[in-house]
């Protein structure tokens, strides 16, 4: 919730300014938490975010770990991309097995957003850092959409590679050759079938009705442009995908698994991210597994058709 280019930060849900003191902050909290309290016709989802407010700034250490974190210390973190990280001599290395995986997840909208950025900042502007939060937060949300939406392809792909060498994944596979828009975030193969993957971040809350995502900053037919997109893909393919699944963040669903039936003869699920796995282990509902002779099959097709944006 707090930590999407797209969400309020804690001191904006708390109505404070990021240099507020101790005492300010304690006050407006409790007026907050009156303010959204359910039991007084406030509104459950707010009264929630202004309970994790408090949790991440209520406390000198929580608050200053909160500010490095967010762009409010001298020393801001970042969006960036993960980099390798520096092992210790010694440490020993993790040699499980990973999903093979192809193709750069959230590449074409990091391209995107740093060409962007770059326009919006203006020509002969030194931009230092991309990433910065405090620069992220004032930019329009086009560009944090795009920031986001990058973040969260990346979140699916670490959460896929884990599952394991009985897994394949395609990142940011082209449907349509002549729009990089119409692509697929991820296609995702494994025995409990082929998925069609879409990973978003709206910064909101995420409801469904009709088989269709529905939200205050939800614009379109998320879900029916990711079934297009798989029908494209497995005609030039010649696969047949077992399912759609719509990933969201954890915050933004009340339900962690949610199959939303078929759409156009497929069926689609909503999940929240921490509960990705456990779906592509067991499959959607009326999904048909792929094994044996098949999964190879599948995999080849996929290889020798995918074009990537």
Same mark, same amino acid.
């Given at each position: 919730?707090?930590?999407?280019?797209?969400?309020?930060? +804690?001191? #904006?849900?708390?109505?404070?300014?990021?240099?507020?003191?101790?005492?300010?902050?304690? %006050?407006?909290?409790?007026?907050?938490?009156?303010?959204? !309290?359910? &039991?007084?016709?406030?509104?459950?989802?707010?009264?929630?975010?202004?309970?994790?407010?408090?949790?991440?700034?209520?406390?000198?250490?929580?608050?200053?770990?909160?500010? %490095?974190?967010?762009?409010?210390?001298?020393?801001?973190?970042?969006?960036?991309?993960?980099?390798?990280?520096?092992?210790?001599?010694?440490?020993?290395?993790?040699?499980?097995?990973?999903?093979?995986?192809?193709?750069?997840?959230?590449?074409?909208?990091?391209?995107?957003?740093?060409?962007?950025?770059?326009?919006?900042?203006? $020509?002969?502007?030194?931009? #230092?850092?991309?990433?910065?939060?405090?620069?992220? $937060?004032? @930019?329009?949300?086009?560009?944090?959409?795009?920031?986001?939406?990058?973040?969260?392809?990346?979140?699916?792909?670490?959460?896929?590679?884990?599952?394991?060498?009985?897994?394949?994944?395609?990142?940011?596979?082209? @449907?349509?050759? !002549?729009?990089?828009?119409?692509?697929? &975030?991820?296609?995702?193969?494994?025995?409990?079938?082929?998925?069609?993957?879409?990973?978003?971040?709206?910064?909101?809350?995420?409801?469904?009705?009709?088989? #269709?995502?529905?939200?205050?900053?939800?614009?379109?037919?998320?879900?029916?442009?990711? =079934?297009? %997109?798989?029908?494209?893909?497995?005609?030039? +393919?010649?696969?047949?995908?077992?399912?759609?699944?719509? =990933?969201?963040?954890?915050?933004?669903?009340?339900?962690?698994?949610? #199959? *939303?039936?078929?759409?156009?003869? *497929?069926?689609?699920?909503? =999940?929240?991210?921490? +509960?990705?796995?456990?779906?592509?282990?067991?499959?959607?509902?009326?999904?048909?597994?792929?094994?044996?002779?098949?999964?190879?099959?599948? %995999?080849?097709?996929?290889?020798?058709?995918?074009?990537? =944006?």
């Amino acid at each position: 919730m707090f930590d999407s280019p797209l969400s309020a930060t +804690a001191y #904006e849900v708390l109505a404070v300014t990021p240099h507020a003191t101790d005492d300010d902050l304690r %006050r407006a909290y409790r007026l907050r938490l009156r303010q959204t !309290h359910p &039991d007084t016709g406030g509104d459950a989802a707010l009264f929630v975010q202004v309970q994790r407010a408090w949790d991440l700034v209520g406390t000198a250490e929580a608050r200053a770990a909160y500010d %490095r974190g967010h762009g409010f210390a001298v020393e801001p973190s970042s969006f960036a991309p993960d980099v390798p990280m520096w092992r210790p001599p010694g440490r020993p290395v993790d040699t499980r097995p990973r999903a093979r995986s192809f193709g750069q997840p959230g590449g074409w909208r990091r391209e995107r957003y740093l060409t962007l950025m770059r326009e919006w900042v203006g $020509r002969g502007v030194v931009l #230092e850092d991309p990433y910065d939060p405090a620069l992220v $937060r004032t @930019a329009p949300r086009e560009l944090r959409r795009m920031l986001a939406d990058a973040l969260a392809e990346e979140a699916t792909a670490r959460i896929v590679g884990d599952l394991g060498m009985g897994f394949t994944v395609w990142h940011d596979v082209a @449907a349509d050759a !002549h729009d990089p828009e119409a692509k697929l &975030d991820h296609v995702i193969l494994g025995p409990s079938g082929l998925y069609a993957v879409l990973s978003e971040d709206f910064g909101g809350p995420v409801r469904t009705r009709r088989g #269709e995502l529905t939200g205050d900053s939800i614009v379109g037919a998320p879900v029916a442009a990711l =079934v297009a %997109r798989a029908r494209a893909l497995a005609r030039t +393919a010649r696969v047949k995908f077992s399912g759609a699944i719509v =990933v969201l963040p954890d915050d933004d669903v009340i339900i962690a698994i949610e #199959e *939303l039936g078929k759409v156009r003869g *497929l069926p689609v699920a909503v =999940v929240a991210r921490s +509960a990705l796995s456990t779906l592509l282990r067991r499959g959607l509902s009326g999904a048909r597994d792929i094994g044996g002779n098949e999964l190879f099959d599948v %995999r080849t097709r996929l290889q020798q058709a995918a074009r990537f =944006v």
